[in-house]
């Protein structure tokens, strides 16, 4: 069975009038992952593909108006 899970988690906090700073996780769930297309490596390897990847963002933000 393919089971697939995303998920988004985010903050955002103001530091002043016109600043602010964001923080944010995303989560992508794959239960069976496809290969990995990946170009230059020997021939015949085959990357592995993890079930679970993460990406963390942090940011600024500046209000102009």
Known sequence: QDTRVNGHVG???K???RLAVQTAI???YDRRP???QVKGL???FVPEATELDM???AS???TLF
């Open 60 to 62: 600024l933000i500046y």
């Open 55 to 57: 990406i963390m963002k």
């Open 34 to 36: 496809g290969p990995l």
């Open 42 to 44: 020997a021939d015949g």
């Open 15 to 17: 530091l002043g009038k």
């Open 26 to 28: 995303d989560i992508k």
């Open 11 to 13: 903050v955002s906090a």
